[in-house]
């Protein structure tokens, strides 16, 4: 199975994806192999801009035509933006989950915790665990 995750991107174990955008932000999103699990998204519920999260903290939902999913904020910080236009084309998340489909920015505490996540080849394998 060739890795779908792209390398210049880090992983949770919650299925997130983290860009960093190189100035103490990051867009978030979920992955491939998490809109796979999910199905069909139907529905976004996005975290509130300012809203200070902590790493893990459950920060929106995600619900398909199978399942509500809760998702988690990947690291400490402040949410800067999120993406408006899931509120009426939430599929973008299956249809571009690396892309179009990023869920929300957030500016980061420490920028130094990005390093604690896993590369692609990381969460290759903790998928296939």
Request: aromatic share 6%; with cysteine; glycine share 6%.
């Amino acid at each position: 199975m060739s890795n779908e995750n792209p390398n210049d991107l880090k992983y949770t174990k919650t299925h997130e994806w983290v860009r960093d955008n190189g100035d103490s932000t990051v867009t978030v999103g979920i992955t491939e192999h998490a809109q796979e699990l999910l199905g069909d998204v139907v529905y976004v519920e996005l975290p509130e801009v300012e809203a200070s999260l902590s790493a893990e903290e459950n920060c929106g939902v995600i619900e398909s035509v199978k399942a509500a999913s809760d998702m988690y904020a990947p690291l400490d910080g402040e949410v800067t933006e999120v993406n408006e236009e899931l509120d009426s084309e939430p599929e973008l998340i299956n249809t571009a989950p690396f892309g179009e489909g990023w869920i929300f920015t957030m500016k980061l505490t420490s920028e130094d915790a990005l390093t604690e996540l896993m590369d692609a080849d990381e969460y290759e394998a903790f998928c296939q665990e």
